[in-house]
C-alpha cells in the first residue's frame, strides 16, 4: 500500500509530504485548491505523461516521489526481482520532470523506462478518475477481476501452463513436418560419418606412435648398414680404431726407460682399447639380430595412410578426429533421442491438447458459475448507488479459433444503461462519473480477492446526494476495512465516513500562489464537514449538523 507522497514544485505545490494509513483516506478542499495535484502525481509516479506544465513557475523541475509497503502484495515483489530491483517490502517510485519537458523515472532508485514503471504500477494502484485511462475499460482487467472473484486463479494457472505444453509440442511437430526431409538426410550422413570412425577406432595419441614407428622401420636397412660399417671400424677390419691404439700401447711399452709423465696416458689407452673392443662385439651382434620388417612397416603406413584420408575428408588435422568422432556421435544419439516419429508426435500434441482442454473446461465452468454471482451483486451495488435500470453484465464469448492460453473465451464488462437496450462496453455508454461509481460497486463486490492494494477514486459522488452520497461513504469505507482507498469527494456524508481526511487549501504570498494539504482532526474534520454542508456562511446550526453527520459516520462501523 502506499505510505508516503513527496512531491516537490508541482503546479502551484512547492513543498508538500503525506503519510498514508491503511482504510478511507478523504480529499476535500475548495474548487481550485489543488485538489488534484495528489491524484495527478500519483498519475505521474505510476508513469502517466508529463510535461513542462507540470513544473512550478520559477523551479527548475518537479520532483513527485511516492513509497509503497509491498510485503502483501506479491505481484510487485514478483515483478521486481524479475527485474533484479527488488529491496525487500519497500518499493520507491521516484519521477523527475525538467522545465525543459524532459521526464526520467527511478524504481528504487535505479534509472528505468516509464514503461516499467507503469508496469509496476499496475501492480501497486488503480486510480479511477473520470479523466485519466482507467484499467477497468481493458478486457485483461475484466478477465483477472472475474478469476479472483470466482476463485479460479489456480485454474488460470494451470491452463496457460497446459496451453503452453500444447503450444510446444506443435511447434514441435509443425518443425518436425517441415524439416523432415532435411532431418532425415542429415541423420544418413551422421550415422555413416559415426560408422566410419567406428571403423577407424583411432586410439588417443596413436597417430603420433605409428609415425615414429613409421620413422624406424623406413630406415632399418640403413641402420643395419651404417652399424655394419661401425662395427668393422671399431674392431673388427685390420685397420680398426681397436688395432691402432693396440699398435700405440706397443709403441709406448718399447720405450727404453720408464717415463712416469705417460702413465695416466698409457692408462687411458688400454682402457680405450677394451671400450672399442666391446663397442664392436656389440654392434656385431646387434647387426646380425637386427632384421627390417617391410610388412609391419607396410601395415603402419596403411594405418596411417586411412587417419590421413579421413581427416582429409573432413577437412581438420589428424590429432582433431578422436573428437570429431565425439561431437558427431554426440549430435547423432541426441538426433536420434529426439527425433520421435511423426505418429508419436502426433499423439503427445493430442494429449496435450486433452489435457489444456480438460482444464480449460474447468475454468470455463468456474468463470461461468462466478459471472453468475458477480453480476447480482454489482447489480445490487448499482440499485443502491442510485442506478437501478443499469444491468452489469459479465460477457463470456466463447472463441470459434484456436483458444489461448488464458482460456476458451474472452472476458468483457458491459452496461445495458436502460431495460430494454442492449449491451454494451463500458467504454461506450458509461460517463465519467458513471463509470467510477460502477467500478466502485464492482471494486466493492471484488474487495475480498482483489490484488491491487490500494484503489484512488476521483469524484465518484458526481452527479448524486442524499442517501446515495451516504451509501458511496459507506462503500468507500467498506473498501477500506481491507485495503487501502484514497478518494476525492465534494460530499460532506462520503468525508464524513472516512478513516483520515486530508483538507486542501490554497494560500497567496506576494506574487506567488501556493497549495497546502495538511491532515484533519476530529475538529478539523468537523468543521471541513459544516464547510461542506453550509459553504462560507458557518452557523451553530451547520456545525451542529457536521458534529452529528461525523460522529454518526464514524460510529456506524464500529
Avoid at 2 to 11: G, H, R
Avoid at 302 to 309: G, H, V
Avoid at 407 to 428: C, H, Y
Amino acid at each position: 500500500m502506499l505510505t508516503q507522497l513527496t512531491v516537490s514544485n508541482y503546479a502551484i505545490a512547492e513543498r508538500v509530504e503525506l503519510q498514508f494509513q491503511k482504510g478511507m483516506t478523504a480529499l476535500t478542499g475548495e474548487t481550485g485548491a489543488g485538489k488534484s495535484i495528489v491524484l495527478d502525481a500519483l498519475g505521474l509516479a505510476m508513469g502517466g505523461r508529463g510535461d513542462a506544465s507540470a513544473v512550478r513557475h520559477g523551479a527548475k523541475r518537479a520532483d513527485i516521489t511516492a513509497a509503497f509497503d509491498i510485503a502483501r502484495t506479491p505481484q510487485a515483489r514478483e515483478w521486481l526481482e524479475d527485474q533484479d530491483l527488488d529491496d525487500g517490502n519497500d518499493c520507491i517510485l521516484r519521477r523527475v520532470i525538467s522545465r525543459d519537458g524532459r521526464s526520467r523515472a527511478y524504481i528504487n532508485g535505479q534509472p528505468c523506462p516509464l514503461n516499467q514503471l507503469k508496469e509496476l504500477g499496475a501492480h501497486l494502484m488503480d486510480i479511477h478518475s473520470q479523466h485519466q485511462h482507467q484499467s477497468l475499460l481493458k478486457k485483461d482487467t475484466h478477465r483477472r477481476l472475474l478469476d479472483e472473484f470466482s476463485g479460479s486463479e489456480d485454474l488460470a494457472i494451470k491452463t496457460r501452463l497446459a496451453w503452453k505444453q500444447w503450444h510446444q509440442a506443435r511447434e514441435r511437430l509443425i518443425s518436425r513436418q517441415q524439416n523432415a526431409d532435411e532431418t532425415e538426410a542429415r541423420l544418413q550422413l551422421l550415422r555413416y560419418q559415426v560408422e566410419e570412425l567406428d571403423r577407424l577406432a583411432l586410439e588417443e595419441d596413436e597417430q603420433s606412435r605409428l609415425e615414429q614407428e613409421q620413422e624406424q622401420l623406413s630406415h632399418a636397412e640403413t641402420v643395419r648398414q651404417h652399424s655394419h660399417h661401425a662395427a668393422m671400424l671399431c674392431s673388427e677390419d685390420e685397420t680398426s680404431a681397436a688395432d691402432m691404439v693396440r699398435q700405440a700401447l706397443q709403441q709406448l711399452e718399447q720405450l727404453p726407460v720408464e717415463v712416469p709423465a705417460l702413465a695416466d696416458t698409457i692408462q687411458m689407452l688400454n682402457e680405450a682399447q677394451i671400450q672399442l673392443s666391446e663397442a664392436g662385439s656389440n654392434l656385431v651382434h646387434f647387426v646380425e639380430d637386427y632384421e627390417a620388417d617391410p610388412e609391419r612397416l607396410q601395415e603402419v603406413e596403411d594405418r596411417l595412410s586411412a587417419i590421413y584420408q579421413l581427416a582429409r575428408k573432413h577437412r581438420i588435422q589428424p590429432e582433431e578426429l578422436p573428437q570429431l568422432h565425439q561431437r558427431l556421435g554426440e549430435e547423432l544419439a541426441e538426433l536420434d533421442g529426439s527425433g520421435s516419429s511423426l505418429e508419436q508426435l502426433e499423439a503427445d500434441v493430442e494429449n496435450y491438447r486433452k489435457a489444456y482442454q480438460s482444464v480449460a473446461d474447468k475454468l470455463s465452468q468456474a468463470r461461468r458459475e462466478g459471472a453468475a454471482t458477480l453480476d447480482q451483486r454489482v447489480g445490487e451495488e448499482l440499485t443502491e448507488l442510485g442506478m437501478p435500470t443499469m444491468q452489469f453484465i459479465s460477457q463470456l464469448d466463447t472463441r470459434d479459433e484456436s483458444p489461448s492460453a488464458t482460456g476458451n473465451e474472452d472476458i468483457e464488462f458491459l452496461i445495458s444503461a436502460n431495460p430494454g437496450q442492449p449491451a454494451r462496453p463500458l467504454a461506450k455508454v458509461a460517463s465519467g462519473g458513471e463509470l467510477s461509481r460502477i467500478s466502485l460497486a464492482i471494486q466493492v463486490v471484488v474487495a475480498q480477492t482483489s490484488t491491487t492494494p490500494t484503489l484512488v477514486f476521483d469524484e465518484v459522488d458526481v452527479g448524486i446526494g442524499g442517501g446515495t452520497a451516504e451509501v458511496v461513504g459507506r462503500l468507500l469505507r467498506t473498501l477500506g476495512e481491507s485495503g487501502q482507498i484514497i478518494c476525492v469527494t465534494h460530499l460532506p456524508q462520503v468525508a464524513a465516513q472516512s478513516h483520515e481526511h486530508l483538507f486542501v487549501s490554497k494560500l497567496s504570498e506576494a506574487d506567488a500562489t501556493f497549495s497546502k494539504i495538511e491532515i484533519l482532526n476530529d475538529q478539523g474534520r468537523i468543521s471541513e464537514v459544516a464547510r461542506m454542508l453550509g459553504g462560507v456562511d458557518m452557523t451553530e446550526q451547520t456545525l451542529a449538523h457536521a458534529r452529528e453527520m461525523y460522529t454518526k459516520g464514524q460510529a456506524t462501523h464500529h
